[in-house]
């Protein structure tokens, strides 16, 4: 089982459309969680960090569920321009190292 | 800040030929992580240095690939003998210690034929 599982997509959605992803890790003793994006071509960049209450940064919220081991990206009102890959990233350890997901993919269509 | 930077950008080479990948970091980042992308096989981490000692090399491939961290702000990859199955993105990323946040280069995009 790899350490962080993502679903592939594509996921295709019309603008305006509410979509949401998961991600889960197999290590319990995970300490901390992001979403990076990645956009086709490029390197990826930090989108948001996820904290254990959640947090909301505008259309995107993050969540974390520790007991079933999954964090969550819910974008609202999606746009054409969050089109990209989204990738679930895991501190697994107390050192610098972080796992990334395969990503998901979204495409935002007209 | 410049950000991470990376050369090449772009490399073409024949397999055999041996292949220098450079990243400079991003001033006052003391960790520095070397990770490759495919397609396949996603983003992959190869190595990552603190305050330039390597403190995880598990996820290089073999003993072709080799990396340095000759001073706090610059390090090399180096693949000698290069092969085809080599072809991907590798990235360099250096990481702000306050927040965990990975800061990643461009990527230098190779081709082995």
């Known amino acids: 089982r790899k350490e962080v599982e993502q679903d592939p997509g594509p996921f295709n959605v019309p603008e305006g459309a509410t979509v949401a992803f998961n991600c889960t890790y197999s290590n319990s003793a995970s300490q901390s969680f992001f979403w990076y994006r990645q956009d086709c071509r490029k390197e990826p960049k930090l989108l948001m960090s996820v904290y254990s209450s959640g947090n909301e940064d505008g259309r995107f919220t993050a969540q974390l569920n520790r007991a079933s081991q999954y964090i969550s990206l819910l974008i609202r009102d999606s746009k054409l321009s969050d089109s990209a890959t989204y990738l679930c990233?895991?501190?697994?350890?107390?050192?610098?190292?972080?796992?990334f997901g395969g990503g998901t993919r979204l495409m935002v269509k007209p | 800040d410049a950000g991470v930077i990376q050369s090449p950008r772009h490399e073409v080479t024949e397999m055999g030929q041996e292949v220098t990948l450079r990243c400079k970091l991003i001033s006052g980042h003391n960790s520095l992580f070397w990770y490759r992308q495919t397609m396949m096989r996603g983003l992959e981490l190869l190595i990552y240095?603190?305050?330039?000692?390597?403190?995880?090399d598990s996820g290089m491939p073999e003993d072709r690939f080799s990396a340095k961290m000759p001073n706090a702000s610059f390090s090399t990859l180096k693949i000698q003998p290069s092969e085809p199955r080599d072809s991907a993105v590798y990235f360099c990323?250096?990481?702000?210690?306050?927040?965990?946040?990975?800061?990643f280069g461009e990527g230098s995009r190779l081709t082995v034929l």
């Open positions: 240095f603190n305050n330039n000692v390597p403190i995880d």
């Open positions: 990233v895991v501190n697994s350890n107390a050192g610098n190292m972080l796992t």
């Open positions: 990323a250096s990481n702000d210690a306050n927040t965990g946040e990975l800061f």
